[in-house]
């Protein structure tokens, strides 16, 4: 069972125990564009929340990603350096960014849920 | 994830296309102060389409002019260091405007036409839109003898890649065969066409100045033909970094001179020789001993891109320039650049690094263009 948080990065963080799985949202990935260049960070290093955890890069600029909780890496998703694109096609899915292991359940459960973030993305354009 | 699109602005202009980027689903942007298509579909398929089939670019936001009077050609040499004296009736030179350090304040294509009605020399010059009402400024102080007609009421639009020559000639045969960097004038359905054989991706293409009213019928009509799609600023901006083309306030600006800026190959020898341009003396010094630093290209190793701005060092890790234009290639399907090195890291294969956040980046100095450009060159 798990459950998804948004951030106004337009971050999403699905929990399934304490373990975090991060990307950005298809509304992320559309305003980006063609997705060209994912930096991951290693496993192992540790973030606060706020802190710039990976950059994305489309044709036209590069974003940043920040941690949308504090946390420590265990695993970033090695196809987006191949195959970048992934980000594009399937962001929920397939294009995952990285998994944290979460500090603070309630740095989690502060961020928008899907009816929150739905109504967020609905008022930013 | 941080966005860095800027907000609009509710007094952005307007260019006559505007409606129909918005219709064809553009995402629309902020660009020298006017609300500009960045993208349709996406920029990665619209580069692409534009390298295999034909881009239709808006650029109406760019300046057009006529500049006329007794020896204009002349007088408007003492402003650019470009040939205009030998330029050819209906023939398009790329020029720089400069000024008293020889440092390029915008840069610009100038046609020379046939006489005015008082059988004047006659200039026809498109500008950056971001230096538009600065350059025409200038250009009607500096020379108060001639006549400038700014053409506020004309739509420019490009027609780039190798089936842009087919696309057109469907509706204005004679342009099949037009010299690259010519310009001719056409009556298209009682419409005058201005029709330049130019353009800013590598590719053969056209640029077509039209009265604004009639801007968006020609385009529907070129539109109709499946080989053309619309084309945004930022697939522009992508294909002319791999043509190893300048963006003015990027690649040049009034930091940097033509000869530092490699552009050389745009001034004549008898311009370089006889000088009379602004900042002659310091071009010329430069000429004769080597700029201090020149803009080059950059091939990336890896596949992170380096943006403006990125710092560029030596293996020792002695800073050597910096990056002024860097992306991804979508032709190339890897990241390039180009910026401004010291003169001892220019030559091709001189390996540096590119900074970015605090990392380097392997890359190696580079002939440009990055693909090879496919002007016409005649049958």
Not at chain 2, 111 to 136: Q, S
Not at chain 2, 162 to 183: C, D, I, Y
Not at chain 2, 236 to 258: K, W
Not at chain 2, 313 to 328: E, I, L, Q, W
């Amino acid at each position: 069972m798990s459950e998804t948080r948004y951030t106004k990065d337009h971050e999403y963080i699905r929990l399934e125990g304490d373990i975090a799985t991060i990307g950005i949202t298809d509304f992320a990935q559309k305003q980006l564009g063609d997705v060209v260049y994912v930096e991951l960070p290693e496993a192992g290093l540790a973030f606060v929340k706020g802190a710039q955890a990976a950059v994305v890069e489309s044709v036209k600029a590069a974003s940043e990603v920040y941690a949308p909780v504090s946390g420590d890496v265990t695993e970033v998703n090695s196809a987006l350096e191949g195959a970048p694109a992934i980000v594009n096609e399937d962001p929920a899915g397939a294009g995952w960014f990285m998994k944290m292991r979460i500090h603070d359940a309630s740095e989690f459960n502060d961020l928008m849920d899907e009816a929150a973030y739905q109504a967020f993305v609905q008022s930013c354009c | 994830m941080a966005s860095t699109d800027q907000d609009s602005s509710n007094s952005l202009r307007l260019t006559p296309l505007h409606g129909l980027h918005c219709a064809s689903g553009a995402r629309m942007v902020p660009f020298a102060g006017y609300d500009m298509p960045v993208q349709y579909e996406g920029i990665l398929a619209e580069h692409l389409h534009t390298r295999t089939h034909a881009g239709l670019f808006d650029v109406s936001h760019m300046g057009q002019a006529f500049l006329s009077g007794p020896q204009a050609r002349a007088r408007f040499e003492t402003l650019v260091p470009g040939d205009l004296a030998n330029l050819a009736q209906d023939r398009i030179r790329y020029t720089q405007l400069l000024d008293a350090q020889g440092a390029i304040l915008d840069d610009l294509m100038v046609t020379a036409c046939a006489p005015d009605a008082n059988g004047d020399e006659r200039l026809f010059l498109v500008v950056n839109a971001a230096r538009k009402a600065h350059d025409f400024a200038l250009i009607a102080a500096a020379l108060p003898d001639l006549t400038l007609d700014i053409l506020e009421d004309r739509a420019l639009l490009a027609l780039q890649g190798p089936e842009a020559a087919s696309v057109l000639a469907g509706l204005l045969p004679e342009v099949a065969t037009q010299p690259f960097m010519s310009m001719r004038r056409f009556e298209l359905g009682g419409v005058t066409l201005f029709v330049s054989r130019s353009g800013y991706t590598g590719e053969d293409g056209f640029e077509l100045s039209v009265e604004a009213p009639e801007a968006e019928r020609l385009a529907q009509t070129l539109l109709a033909d499946a080989r053309v799609k619309l084309i945004g600023l930022g697939a522009r901006d992508s294909l002319r970094l791999e043509a190893g083309l300048c963006l003015y306030g990027h690649d040049i600006d009034e930091t940097t001179t033509p000869v530092e800026a490699d552009l050389l190959w745009s001034m004549s020898k008898r311009r370089r020789a006889e000088g009379g341009f602004p900042g002659a003396a310091i071009v010329q010094e430069q000429i004769a001993s080597g700029a201090r630093r020149r803009r080059v290209g950059l091939a990336l190793e890896g596949k992170a891109p380096a943006r403006e701005g990125a710092d560029i060092v030596d293996m020792h890790g002695a800073p050597v320039g910096r990056v002024t234009s860097g992306g991804f290639a979508p032709s190339l399907g890897r990241p390039i650049a180009m910026g401004y090195v010291d003169a001892s890291h220019a030559a091709p294969g001189t390996p540096l690094q590119l900074l970015v956040r605090g990392k380097p980046l392997s890359a190696h100095v580079t002939a440009m263009p990055f693909v090879p450009t496919r002007y016409y060159r005649g049958q």
